[in-house]
């Protein structure tokens, strides 16, 4: 195999290298992930491309939807009902496409809808993770509970990571696209027996 991962009960570092648990599925392409969904997903159900953001565990696919004429109407109220019919009428097709999707890559599929400016994710994974603070970072995180910014740790940091998501979305893409570049050279590499 290449790239050097055996897989669960595989000695090595895991997919990826560094920090990814030994059970976590391969890296993916993610322009291959990219042509597979639009080579499955029915004409018509989005006015372009599906936005797809792909992560250790899961997938999850956004999609635009035409927007309505809402008339005389609310526009927002407008927009919230055709996302909700679009939910509805779809589920059965999702499922499928959601199951076929995570047998290839073995990763969970979420999905969402945007409508001007409503953006809605059905449903998605809240995956636990593991880490050990010091004392001066469980203060951080305690400061912010006690404030009332957070009811938890665990919802203050996660706080805490999309605060840094936000502004730091440049510089987060290019490290991304250099990690790329790394486990593309590494899948090139040698066989290793």
């Known amino acids: 195999m290449r790239g050097g991962w055996r897989g669960p ?3 090595g570092r895991g997919p990826g290298g560094r920090g ?28 372009g491309p599906a936005e797809l953001t792909v992560d250790r565990d899961e997938i999850t696919v956004v999609g635009t939807l035409a927007e ?3 008339g005389a109407g ?7 009902g055709r996302i909700a019919r679009f939910r509805e009428e779809t589920r059965e097709q999702r499922m499928a496409v959601a ?9 969970s599929v979420a999905w969402g809808a945007t409508c001007g400016d409503v953006r809605e994710v ?22 912010l509970v006690d404030a009332g910014v957070a009811r938890s740790r665990s919802e203050a940091l996660a706080w805490a990571v999309r605060l ?8 987060l893409g290019e490290l991304r696209a250099a990690m790329a570049s790394v486990e593309e050279v590494r899948t090139r590499g040698p066989v290793v027996d």
């Open 99 to 107: 199951d076929a999707a995570q047998a290839r890559y073995g990763r």
């Open 68 to 70: 309505p004429d809402a």
């Open 74 to 80: 609310d526009a927002a109220a407008a927009r919230a």
């Open 9 to 11: 009960g595989g000695r």
């Open 164 to 171: 840094v998501a936000q502004n730091t979305d440049a510089w």
């Open 122 to 143: 059905f449903t998605n994974l809240s995956v636990p993770v593991m880490t050990r603070l010091r004392q001066p970072e469980r203060l951080v995180l305690d400061t």
């Open 20 to 47: 990814r648990g030994g059970d976590a599925p391969p890296p993916v392409d993610r322009a291959e992930v990219a042509g597979w969904f639009a080579g499955r997903l029915p004409d018509g159900w989005f006015t």
